[in-house]
């Protein structure tokens, strides 16, 4: 069975522009969750998606925004990029209704943002 | 507000010790916590995982603990290997606005000493 499959792994963008991250979960999850990964300040959750609607939200600006697919596939974008944002981008896909199991997610290798 | 905290950011241990990971948090209304492993240039991946009607799972050498009163978990490892080398991160559950969300501490370095 194939994992979490995240594009581009490394990504280098300039101050203002705008970015799309992919990421294509295990086949037969319907949850997919991103998170920021920053030295220091562990993993902040982004958003979680099942059945193409946004479930949950962390505490980001506006400039991060996402969609998932009816493929469960999932996008996320960040407009104006600032320095700050440079980070690794995880995404994680999990087999669980968030509304109910509790269960681990798996995690793609990650998307490397380098914000110059 | 870091709900979720691990204080230690690094912890080296010799090989066949024990080595124990310790994370706090602040939410009483966590009811589920998980254990991930980094390495470098990888995505986590899943480790262990404690219910809170739980005190003790326990998983081959990985065994979580966890003390509800005192809000605190800890994974130990025994004995420790040169391969468990990598990140730790715990995670902590709970419902909000009718979703489980997950929050993450920051990670804790545990480098094994051959």
């Known amino acids: 069975k194939a994992g979490v499959t995240q594009t581009p792994r490394y990504l280098i963008k300039t101050r203002g522009q705008q970015v799309t991250l992919s990421c294509s979960p295990i086949s037969g999850h319907r949850s997919v969750s991103w998170y920021q990964q920053t030295p220091g300040q562990g993993l902040q959750f982004l958003f979680e998606?099942?059945?193409?609607?946004?479930?949950n939200k962390g505490n980001f600006p506006g400039r991060f925004s996402g969609r998932q697919f009816s493929n469960s596939r999932s996008e996320m974008n960040v407009s104006t990029l600032e320095l700050g944002d440079s980070a690794l981008y995880l995404c994680?896909?999990?087999?669980?209704?968030?509304?109910?199991?509790?269960?681990?997610?798996?995690f793609g290798q990650g998307t490397r943002l380098t914000v110059v | 507000d870091q709900q979720v905290k691990q204080n230690s950011p690094s912890l080296s241990v010799q090989e066949g010790r024990i080595s124990i990971l310790n994370c706090d948090y602040t939410?009483?209304?966590?009811?589920?916590f998980l254990w991930y492993k980094k390495y470098p240039a990888e995505g986590p991946t899943f480790l262990i995982s404690i219910s809170s009607i739980k005190d003790k799972n326990e998983d081959g050498r990985f065994t979580v603990f966890l003390n509800k009163s005192a809000k605190h978990l800890s994974l130990h490892i025994v004995p420790s290997q040169p391969g468990d080398s990598a990140v730790y991160f715990c995670a902590a559950s709970a419902y909000s606005g009718g979703y489980q969300k997950v929050t993450f501490g920051t990670g804790t370095k545990l480098q094994v000493i051959p």
């Open positions: 939410n009483s209304m966590f009811d589920y």
């Open positions: 994680a896909s999990s087999p669980r209704d968030p509304r109910k199991v509790n269960t681990e997610a798996f």
């Open positions: 998606y099942f059945s193409e609607t946004q479930r």
